[in-house]
């Protein structure tokens, strides 16, 4: 099956700091990217969906100037976590869309944990 | 929008068959999907169903009714590292958002 891969795998950052996280589709392209992020003992909620040369469309709630996502290629999406705070330490996900391929079926990434100090 | 409900928890023992229920309200349907997932890891397909009935695909099975707003998940044979979380998400369609339920946290016991 499609390979999709997230860099880094757990970073720890201060209070205040930035955290840029990839997301790469690696044998396939992917237009679509969707950004996930999950709390401990909670499901997936999808913070954002990122679109290939666009801007990406974010969900009710969430930040688009904090979480800022650029997906510059058929194969890279990024996550920037700007002005990290305590409360944004959670498990980052994210999945891609094979292109042609069932328009349903999403691969995911395996994650980032981020702890902010 | 999309409403799904899953049990929170469930616990069985190893080589027995344990059933994980998914109940959902959609104004949109296209399919359902069933993740695995293990602590601290990203998820796993293991089905997507479309058309009512089951679908089996090893010791898994999933089945589905669409008139019921209904589908459950079925593992046989249950071995421990079958213990994780089980995910259920609805797909209305086309390019629209899959829609994640809680998730069941399946323990399986000696």
């Known amino acids: 099956g499609a390979v999709v891969s997230q860099h880094p795998s757990r970073v720890i950052c201060k209070s205040g700091t930035s955290v840029k996280i990839e997301c790469r589709s690696l044998?396939?392209?992917?237009?679509?990217m969707f950004w996930y992020r999950q709390f401990p003992k909670k499901s997936l909620m999808l913070m954002a969906t990122?679109?290939?040369?666009?801007?990406?469309?974010?969900e009710q709630g969430v930040e688009k100037d904090k979480f800022l996502i650029n997906h510059a290629s058929l194969t890279l999406s990024t996550l920037t976590v700007t002005s990290a705070h305590p409360e944004d330490s959670s498990f980052y996900i994210c999945?891609?869309?094979?292109?042609?391929?069932?328009?349903?079926?999403?691969?995911f990434g395996p994650g980032t944990r981020l702890t902010v100090l | 929008g999309q409403n799904i409900d899953q049990p929170t928890e469930m616990t069985a023992t190893e080589g027995a068959i344990v059933q994980i229920n998914c109940t959902y309200q959609?104004?949109?349907?296209?399919?359902l999907f069933w993740y695995q997932q293990h602590a601290g890891e990203a998820p796993t397909f293991l089905s997507y169903?479309?058309?009512?009935g089951l679908e089996e695909k090893g010791r898994f099975s999933s089945f589905l009714s669409r008139s019921k707003g209904y589908s459950y998940l079925l593992l046989k044979e249950l071995q421990m590292k079958d213990s994780a979380s089980y995910l259920c998400?609805?797909?209305?369609?086309?390019?629209?958002?899959?829609?994640f339920g809680t998730g069941t946290k399946l323990q399986v016991i000696p």
């Open positions: 959609t104004s949109g349907f296209n399919g």
């Open positions: 044998d396939f392209q992917a237009t679509t």
């Open positions: 998400a609805l797909s209305p369609g086309g390019y629209q958002k899959v829609t």
């Open positions: 999945s891609a869309r094979d292109m042609p391929g069932d328009v349903n079926e999403q691969f």
């Open positions: 169903n479309v058309l009512d």
């Open positions: 990122s679109n290939e040369g666009s801007k990406a469309t974010y």
